[in-house]
């Protein structure tokens, strides 16, 4: 079995690689990066912090403006008959958005960037939410009516934007289902390493992960996740609705008792965050490149805002106006970026790990020991440092498991736009979790695929690269429909709203009301 694994590891090592260049692109070539201050700019980042920039003053900051409003809608008690609530839609989403990510990605971006990348997740993040906003909207325009289900996102709003060429919306879906392929293993392997190392704490012995246990647990995880996964996207949200403000929550209280037992810490946690992030030797140099990048990398890794890979869930929701549920997308990056992967970061800069005589060392750790390292950093005692230890790897545990069904579910959902027979979608369902199960058997078998995990950061720049563009040839049609939501004059959503005649579930409506 080792030798089908490093044979695969052979075949992706190309991955990283590329991954890498498309990142760094054009800053990898000498003539770009010697420009000052612009050559620190990768394409990549310009996209996103420009576009996100750009998308937030033509629709008037509604991140900031319509906040409460998203709040309410969220709290408002909605009976649905088609599709799923839009608070249900949020949850689905934030089962995607908040996962591992944001542990990983922060510790990650912390470890290469310094203190500093936390800052510029936040920058990215507050003008992603723009960008999750205008995504989210079209795909709530364009999306179509399958039984008592909605069906859309980034492969049916880029088929209707371009031209309505079939082709179109058939590659968007294969490039999100690779995608998700791509991930899986990595969320099937987080899943049960995770419960594995609950396990230990709870018992205060080690676990080989050849034993019955490991066996046991990942065909209890195989079960589980194809009795909900065909079910369908509504009983995906069944738990979702019940999974995410749990680990959402336990989360929070679990490291707010971490800041408050190192309260005297809070002012080096700023003060670090805030130099790292404005030194001007790093602004001039090349630091600031790697602290830019290392913030907007790992905050898209985490909120996926620009990529379109949360449009289907949006497209999910029974919305009273497509931006509606816009509004709802740019309150996800909130609490996946600005609270989540903030405390997560309060706990990894606060323990002062990355930093010091120990630096060098604790860099070549990989991420998820970092994190608890510096957990064992900031508690107490052992009892209080297990305990600790035990909650954390609980929500990651869970911030994993939501993945996978979010990403199944999702799979599914792109699936629909090349055929909507139910064998088909089963034999997608059935791919899905042969994925997860071989990222179980990693585990077991004591490997790590890094250069097939590291197809994640690939897939994410390649969406943004296809998302991105498709978002503003649909901008105007998402300007529009702002406008009609913020007129709010009583008169129904169609087609006619935004200069279409393609919007064939919102015309429909329009005439049942």
């Known amino acids: 079995m080792e030798g089908i694994f490093q044979a695969i590891n052979n075949i992706f090592s190309f991955v990283g690689p590329l991954s890498d260049f498309l990142w760094d692109f054009p800053t990898n070539f000498e003539w770009y990066s010697s420009i000052p201050v612009l050559g620190n700019f990768s394409f990549a980042i310009i996209l996103l912090l420009g ?5 937030s003053f033509r629709i008037g900051f509604m991140q900031v403006t319509h906040f409460k409003k998203g709040i309410n809608v969220m709290t408002q008690r909605r009976t649905v008959e088609t599709g799923i609530s839009p608070l249900a839609a949020f949850l689905l989403s934030s089962a995607m958005r908040v996962g591992p990510g944001n542990i990983l990605g922060v510790t990650g971006a912390i470890a290469v960037g310094g203190p500093g990348a936390l800052f510029w997740m936040w920058v990215s993040a507050f003008f992603g939410m723009s960008v999750a906003y205008m995504e989210s909207v079209l795909a709530q325009i364009f999306k179509e009516k399958k039984d008592d289900e909605f069906i859309g996102g980034l492969p049916f709003y880029g088929r209707k934007l371009l031209k309505n060429k079939v082709w179109i919306g058939v590659f968007l879906s294969i490039l999100y289902i690779l995608y998700a392929l791509c991930c899986l293993p990595a969320q099937g392997f987080n899943v049960v390493s995770s419960i594995g190392r609950m396990a230990e704490i709870a018992t205060g012995s080690t676990i080989a992960v050849d034993s019955a246990f490991y ?13 909900i996964a065909f079910g369908g996207i509504k009983k995906v949200t069944k738990w979702t609705d019940k999974m995410v403000p749990v680990m959402a929550v336990l989360y929070v209280i679990t490291v707010l008792i ?12 700023f003060k670090a965050v805030f130099s790292g992030a404005f030194k001007p030797e790093a602004f001039f140099g090349g630091v600031f490149g790697t602290v830019l990048a290392q913030g907007v990398k790992r905050g898209l890794m985490s909120n996926e805002a620009g990529q379109g890979t949360i449009t289907m869930s949006a497209a999910a929701a029974d919305a009273l106006h497509p931006c509606e549920q816009g509004i709802l997308a740019s309150i996800g990056v909130f609490l996946d970026t600005i609270i989540i992967c903030t405390l997560s970061g309060f706990v990894v800069v606060m323990a002062h790990c990355w930093d010091g005589a120990n630096g060098a060392a604790w860099a070549e750790l990989d991420k998820l020991p970092k994190f608890t390292e510096s957990i064992a950093a900031l508690t107490p005692g052992t009892t209080m440092n297990a305990v600790m230890t035990f909650l954390v790897t609980l929500c990651f545990c869970m911030f994993a498991y939501t993945c996978l069904l979010g990403m199944i579910s999702f799979s599914e959902i792109a699936a629909n736009r090349i055929r909507k027979d139910q064998v088909f979608i089963n034999v997608i369902r059935v791919i899905a979790l042969f994925v997860a199960a071989f990222g179980i058997l990693c585990n077991i078998a004591g490997l790590e695929l890094g250069n097939l995990w590291a197809f994640s950061d690939l897939g994410n720049i390649m969406i943004v690269y296809f998302n991105v563009p498709i978002v503003y040839v649909g901008a105007k049609y998402v300007l529009r429909a702002t406008k009609h939501y913020k007129k709010n004059d009583g008169t129904p959503f169609t087609s006619q709203t935004i200069g279409r005649d393609d919007c064939t ?3 429909e409506r329009a005439k049942n009301q």
């Open 215 to 227: 066996y046991i647990v990942g065909a209890i995880i195989v079960i589980l996740t194809a009795v």
């Open 51 to 55: 576009s996100g920039i750009y998308f």
């Open 505 to 507: 579930y919102w015309d």
């Open 258 to 269: 971490l800041i408050v037992l190192n309260f005297k810490l809070i002012p080096y946690f």
